[in-house]
């Protein structure tokens, strides 16, 4: 085994670690400032590496929830996801065991469907 290949295998300080390199971002709803039940985003998160992706969410008082997965084909990972349930849930990407940073996401009633959809 090579020293560079050493050093990869034991995961040497300074080294890269594949995670989210950022924050989960799901583009500005149409109601620009909550999203809607029954709609539909499309979320993207900027990854420093290959591999799955996973797309979680959570509610406060209630277990993470996956919301789906993705392998990143080039420097993002993205998903589309419906949000079912109204409320406020902490949203955030996997990869590699690695947790990325978590964004709040603010959840109401959805009128319309798919894209032609708004929230109040």
Request: charged share 10%; hydrophobic share 40%; aromatic share 8%.
């Amino acid at each position: 085994m090579t020293a560079a290949v050493a050093l990869g295998v034991l995961g040497a300080p300074g080294l890269a670690q594949a995670a989210p390199a950022g924050t989960v971002d799901a583009g500005v709803p149409l109601s620009s400032v909550v999203y809607g039940t029954g709609c539909v985003y499309t979320l993207r998160v900027p990854v420093n590496s290959s591999g799955t992706v996973t797309f979680w969410e959570k509610r406060q008082g209630s277990p993470e929830h996956l919301i789906g997965s993705d392998v990143p084909d080039g420097a993002a990972a993205t998903l589309e996801w419906w949000p079912r349930t109204i409320g406020d849930r902490l949203v955030y990407a996997k990869q590699n065991g690695v947790v990325g940073p978590s964004t709040v996401l603010r959840v109401r009633q959805g009128y319309g469907s798919g894209g032609m959809c708004f929230a109040v």
